[in-house]
C-alpha cells in the first residue's frame, strides 16, 4: 500500500468510506465501491475496499479488534494468534521483570502493541508505512505505551532493559522463502540475536521453519527456543535470553513446544534416553505441530507411556488411553498393510 494513500485512510473521508463500507457486509461491498467511486478519489476508494477485507481477514486472529485497526496483507499473514502476544506478555512480566522495552523490526505490531498495554515500548521500524500503521493501530487497541519510529535498527540507540527482534518479515523485494535462510532478513538472525545476547534480557520472535535450521551453536546464551501452537495449528518459534540467570551461559537452550490456549507446555529433557519403537498399539496419537517442530515427540511418547510408532513418522503409539493436550488420540480398530490383508492392531 502507498503510505500516500494510507495517510488519507485516516482523514475525515477516508474513515467515512471505510464506516460505510464495512457496514455493507461482503454481499453489498463490490456495489458500495462503485457507488462510492462517483464522488471520491479511486485510489482511495480501492484501499478502504482492501482495507475492509484485511480486517474481515485479521478477525479470526485479532477479534474485535481487527474491526478497528489497519492492516497490510503480509502483517495479516505473518501476525499470530492475538492470544500468541497475551501469552508471551505474561511470560514477560513473570519471568524477565523488566520495565523499558525496545521493539525493533515490527512485523505485523501486534506484539509491540500488546507489550504497550504493561510495559513503555520504543519501537522502531525502517519501513515507514509499518511505523504509520503501528501509529494508527494505537486507539484501537487500548492506547498502549507504544512510541513508534521509523528509523533503521542497527543504527537505533537502544535504551530499554530488554529487547524484542521481530523477524518474521523477510528482507528485499524477493521475498525469499521464510523458511529456508535465517540470514534472509533485514536485520539478519546473526545480528539480531547478538543485539539481545549483548542486552541479556529480551526474545527474537522467528518463522517455525526458520528456527528449526538455526544450527545450535548460533544459539548460545539463550535460555530457550519455544515453538507455540494455537488451536492445533503452529503459529511461531521464540528464542528466549534472561529468562534464568543461573543457567550456566555456554548450555544449549532448552526446546519447548506450547500449546494454546491451554498454555500447556512440553520441555525437553537432555538426560531422556531415546524412546522405544514398537508397532501398533491400541492408540495412535498424532502430536501437535508445536511437539514436532520442536523435535519433541520423544518427550510426548514418554509423557503418555507409550513408543514411536513403527514406520510411522511422528506418530506415537500406546496400549492405554491417555489425555493430553499435546496430541490427539486415535482407538486403532484394524490395521490395513500395503497388500490389503487385515491385521490386529498390538
Known amino acids: ?68 485497526l489497519y492492516f497490510t496483507p503480509d502483517s495479516v499473514e505473518l501476525s499470530s494468534h492475538l492470544t500468541v ?29 500488546v507489550l504497550g498495554w504493561s510495559h513503555h515500548t520504543d519501537a522502531v521500524d525502517a519501513d515507514p508505512l509499518t511505523v504509520e500503521i503501528a501509529k494508527a493501530n494505537r486507539p484501537g487497541m487500548h ?23 521481530d523477524l518474521m518479515r523477510p528482507a528485499g523485494p524477493d521475498r525469499p522463502d521464510r523458511t529456508s535462510d535465517p540470514e534472509a532478513y533485514d536485520p539478519p538472525l546473526s545480528w539480531a540475536l547478538d543485539r539481545v545476547r549483548t542486552t541479556g534480557y529480551g526474545w527474537v520472535r522467528l518463522a517455525p521453519g526458520i528456527a528449526d535450521r538455526v544450527p545450535p551453536g548460533t544459539l548460545a546464551g539463550a535460555d530457550e527456543v519455544e515453538w507455540i501452537s494455537h488451536e492445533g495449528r503452529i503459529q511461531e518459534a521464540v528464542v528466549w535470553f534472561g529468562l534464568d540467570a543461573r543457567r550456566a551461559p555456554a548450555q544449549l537452550p532448552v526446546r519447548r513446544a506450547t500449546v494454546l490456549p491451554s498454555g500447556a507446555s512440553l520441555l525437553g529433557r ?65 490395521v490395513l498393510p500395503l497388500d490389503g490383508t487385515r491385521v490386529p492392531p498390538g
Do not use: W
Request: net charge negative.
Open 85 to 113: 502476544s497475551e501469552y508471551k506478555l505474561d511470560r514477560v512480566l513473570h519471568e524477565l521483570g523488566v520495565v523499558l522495552i525496545d521493539a525493533m523490526c515490527l512485523g505485523s505490531g501486534a506484539d509491540a502493541l
Open 1 to 68: 500500500m502507498d503510505l500516500e494513500v494510507f495517510r488519507a485512510l485516516l482523514t475525515d473521508e477516508g474513515r467515512r468510506l471505510l464506516a460505510c463500507l464495512q457496514a455493507g457486509g461482503p454481499a453489498g461491498e463490490a456495489a458500495a465501491a462503485q457507488a462510492l467511486r462517483g464522488g471520491h478519489p479511486a485510489a482511495l476508494v480501492s484501499a478502504a475496499r482492501e482495507q475492509v477485507r484485511l480486517r474481515r481477514r485479521a478477525a479470526a486472529k485479532y477479534g474485535e479488534y481487527a474491526a478497528r
Open 270 to 334: 537432555r538426560d531422556l534416553p531415546a524412546p522405544d519403537v514398537r508397532p501398533f498399539g491400541r492408540y495412535v496419537y498424532v502430536p501437535d505441530p508445536a511437539v514436532v517442530h520442536a523435535r519433541l515427540v520423544g518427550e510426548l511418547a514418554r509423557h503418555i507411556g507409550g513408543g514411536l510408532l513403527e514406520a510411522g513418522g511422528c506418530l506415537v503409539t500406546s496400549d492405554e488411553l491417555h489425555r493430553t493436550p499435546f496430541a490427539s488420540a486415535y482407538e486403532v480398530r484394524n
Open 143 to 165: 492506547e498502549p505505551m507504544l512510541y513508534p519510529r521509523c528509523e533503521d535498527v542497527r543504527e537505533f540507540d537502544s535504551q530499554g532493559e530488554a529487547v524484542f527482534i
